[in-house]
């Protein structure tokens, strides 16, 4: 089966995070298949840290393609 498109310098992903490790770490630990790892405390204990200024996807995009095509 193949990969798909495969790139040099990309991917077909875009590059934001999907998974929650939290989530998927605490059910492991709930479920005894886990012992509780000291990095799951903390991220417990600290406030969720505000990311509004910091830019997960660009907003620019760089296709040429779409200003030829603009007219139609």
């Known amino acids: 089966m193949g990969k798909g498109a ?21 059910t492991l630990v709930s479920t005894n298949l886990y012992d ?6 903390w991220s417990e204990r600290a406030p969720p840290m505000e990311i509004y200024n910091i830019s997960l996807k660009t907003k620019y995009n760089n296709n040429k ?3 030829l095509v603009k007219f139609l």
């Open 6 to 26: 495969v790139h040099p310098n990309g991917s077909n992903f875009c590059r934001f995070l999907k998974y929650n490790i939290v989530d998927k770490m605490r």
């Open 36 to 41: 509780t790892p000291r990095w799951l405390e």
């Open 65 to 67: 393609y779409m200003d």
